[in-house]
Structure formats: C-alpha cells, structure tokens
C-alpha cells in the first residue's frame, strides 16, 4: 500500500470515528434532556425500550472505536492492509467496504465457516 493510500484510509477512518463521537454526544444530550417522568405505564415501558436500543448501538460503537484506533495504529506501524493470517494484502475494494478489515475475503470466510462448524456442534 501506498503513502496517498494509506493518507486516504486514514482520513477515512478518522472522519468514521468523529461521525460516531458526534452521534454519541447527540445520544448522551437527549437521554439527559428526556428525563421526563411518563404518567402511563405503557409510555414508560416504551421510552424504557427506545434507550435500551440506544444505548446498546452506542456500546456497538464503543467497541467499533476501538476497532477504528487499532486500525488506526496499523496504518502508524505500516502493516494495515494486511492479513493478519496469511500475510498477504487484503485488496482495496475489501478495506473501501470494511476500513477496520484485519482478514483477507479468504481468511474471512474460513474463520466464518470454521465459526459455523464449531457453532452447529
């Protein structure tokens, strides 16, 4: 991979992870601002629910941060764009698509049906 290469996946990910720390302080404002006390029950019980959502897409994402800065360092120690597997160089459509990508489309599939053997035992 290349300088102009590894700038552009770099921008990428960077603008990814702001995107997401935006989103985040969005959700921590409305949940503190919608403290409000529902008189009816089923009002309650489906506010209850929509944070619940909420706060498990946002825990997804803390973990997608964290997947963001390792890639992150990656591209720093110069081995993003690699399998982690094999070696070999994930191609550009496969990190366009899943900038974090740490598996080749190969490696990734025989992780997936090595997952799928051990699931159905």
Sequence with gaps: MNERQRDYFRAKLL?????ILRESKVTLQT???ENVNHPDLADRASSETDRAIEL??????RK???????ALQRIEDNTYGYCEET???????????????TLSVEAQERHE????????E
Excluded at 56 to 61: F, G, L, M, T
Excluded at 87 to 101: D, M
């Design 87 to 101: 070696g070999e160089p994930i191609s550009l459509k496969r990190l366009e698509a899943r900038p974090i990508a």
């Design 113 to 120: 049906k090595r997952e799928k053997v051990y699931r159905d």
């Design 56 to 61: 498990r897409a946002r825990d997804r994402q």
């Design 15 to 19: 603008a990814w992870k702001d995107e």
């Design 31 to 33: 949940l503190q601002e």
């Design 64 to 70: 997608l941060i964290s997947k963001i800065d390792a």
